[in-house]
């Protein structure tokens, strides 16, 4: 990659009980960088049917295609202060909200743009 052109980049805040419904972004790449995570964020679980089950509020949720044979759709990403995550404009995305603690969930996000030629996968 030659080009990197940052379009548009913005902080997300978000509090107990808010959330980030799916969307995707334009330009090319998009990324996205924990800046401040909750201490118990994940530490909440739910039940369901008396069986205890993990509770993914608050992490970043990337989603793409369906559910097939040895091929997930979804993937979990529990944030960690100064991790930093690219992927493709397209892919569609979501944090759902976290419970449990008056904290805050602080993040970056990016959209850009690169070298058309890199980017596109179908030039003939």
């Known amino acids: 990659i030659k080009k990197f052109n940052i379009i548009s980049s913005w902080v997300v805040r978000q509090y107990q009980n808010e959330y980030n419904p799916v969307h995707w972004h334009s330009g090319h790449i998009s990324g996205a960088g924990f800046l401040k995570v909750p201490k118990n964020l994940g530490e909440h679980s739910q039940k369901e049917n008396k069986k205890e089950q993990d509770y993914f509020g608050g992490n970043l949720n990337l989603i793409h295609g369906s559910r097939m044979f040895l091929s997930e759709s979804s993937m979990f990403i ?24 008056e904290e805050e969930r602080r993040s970056i996000s990016f959209n850009a743009t690169i070298d058309e030629d890199i980017f596109n996968v179908f030039k003939e």
């Open 78 to 101: 529990k944030p960690v202060v100064g991790d930093f995550y690219f992927f493709p404009h397209y892919l569609m995305h979501t944090v759902y909200p976290f419970k449990g603690t």
